[in-house]
């Protein structure tokens, strides 16, 4: 089967909108009318393109130099010139390579996850070795969506920022707290849906069980065996979508 380049999609709602810069610049320059429901919804109202600022010369060549876009978007907002702020309303400004040749695409994109998602998170494995071994002692453990037996899990959860807690029950909440450890990046007061989609969740990830690998090692057993050996990172990569999430585990 021979693909077939598809420059202007029948339905701009689709995956490929989100991922070609050209069709989203060509979207953007659209009335709000005839835009697709999902680019309004990270749209501001009346928002300037990458390529028509609207504030005469000095916009106009901040758009033209992608280096100095890629400036501004690390400012504060309060030090942001105003047609930028203007530009990003509640965005969420994701890393920008330092290859981009267009960074203001680049926001909207990463404000458009829908479809398949495959984010990647860090975390430092300590934090998330104590959350693991603070569920493996609890004497009880919450249960998650859908689940009947009560067993040491970790949950990743996605509402403020990103995070990996652990499920375990303790009789007071002072005898020894709930263990929480964020993804690098995602901390309380950001918003990971420019990776994980618009829905907050909450995935259940089991230690005890043995990992899909055909070994008999646990996630738990995988964590204390790479502090053991100096690890100091624990990676999670994640497929997912509507109907199926698949997990990668890593640790260096």
């Known amino acids: 089967m021979t693909d077939t380049p598809n420059t202007h999609p029948t339905d701009p709602g689709t995956p490929y909108a989100a991922s070609h810069p050209d069709e989203v610049k060509r979207l953007i320059a659209l009335p709000a009318d005839q835009r697709p429901a999902w680019l309004n919804n990270v749209l501001p109202d009346n928002p300037p393109t990458p390529t028509t600022p609207v504030l005469g010369d000095s916009a106009e060549a901040a758009t033209n130099n992608p280096h100095e876009v890629r400036r501004l978007l690390t400012l504060p907002a309060d030090q942001r010139p105003d047609w930028l702020n203007t530009f990003l309303g509640d965005m969420t400004i994701p890393p920008i390579p330092a290859t981009s040749t267009n960074p203001l695409a680049d926001v909207i994109m990463a404000n458009t996850a829908h479809g398949e998602k495959k984010p990647t998170l860090h975390f430092p494995l300590a934090k998330v070795l104590a959350a693991a071994e603070h569920a493996a002692a609890a004497p009880a453990h919450k249960l998650g969506y859908g689940e009947t037996t009560a067993t040491p899990r970790l949950w990743w959860v996605k509402d403020d920022g990103t995070y990996l807690m652990s499920n375990g029950r303790y009789p007071t909440p002072h005898n020894r707290p709930a263990t929480t450890v964020h993804a690098d990046g995602w901390g309380p007061g950001t918003d990971a849906r420019s990776i ?3 829905d ?15 070994t008999t090692t646990t996630l738990l057993g995988m964590l204390r065996d790479a502090a053991a050996e100096g690890a100091t990172r624990f990676t999670l990569k994640a497929v997912f979508d509507d109907h199926h999430m698949e997990l990668t585990y890593i640790t260096e």
């Open 200 to 214: 907050d969740f909450r995935q259940s990830i089991d230690l005890t069980a043995p990992l899909d690998d055909g």
């Open 196 to 198: 994980l989609g618009g």
